[in-house]
């Protein structure tokens, strides 16, 4: 069963950083693009970040200079870098399966399907 398993998480002080993990289980990540999305209580999906199979690396206009996406094929996991939090960032942040097999991938979330559960990311003080 094809299964992504957000982690990584947490309660953190703005100002601070997290790295939040999407491990993949019954599949493998090598020839999959793999995208992050956050969604905050009370607002639309947003599209973060997203990487090729083979390492290229799409980022959403609003979040570039703080998120760095990166990939473990042999670990089969996507990791996202946050740096510089802040009190906006808080949210449920996603991974999802890009659908389109090729060399692309997008931040476009109906792109995308076999979604994570994700994990809460909570930027307070």
């Known amino acids: 069963q094809l299964q992504l398993v957000e982690s990584g998480g947490g309660l953190v002080q703005p100002g601070g950083s997290l790295r939040l993990s999407c491990a993949a289980s019954g599949f493998t990540l090598d020839s999959t693009a793999i995208g992050w999305f956050r969604q905050a209580a009370g607002k639309e999906r947003e599209g973060i970040s997203c990487?090729?199979?083979?390492?290229?690396?799409y980022y959403g206009d609003s979040v570039k200079g703080r998120f760095t996406i990166s990939r473990d094929n042999a670990k089969n996991t996507v990791y996202l870098q946050i740096n510089s939090l802040k009190p906006e960032d808080t949210a449920v942040y996603y991974c999802?399966?890009?659908?389109?097999?090729?060399?692309?991938?997008?931040?476009?979330?109906?792109?995308?399907?076999?979604w994570g559960q994700g994990t809460q990311v909570t930027v307070s003080s």
């Open positions: 990487i090729t199979y083979d390492g290229r690396i």
């Open positions: 999802a399966v890009y659908l389109f097999p090729g060399y692309y991938c997008s931040t476009y979330g109906p792109d995308f399907g076999s």
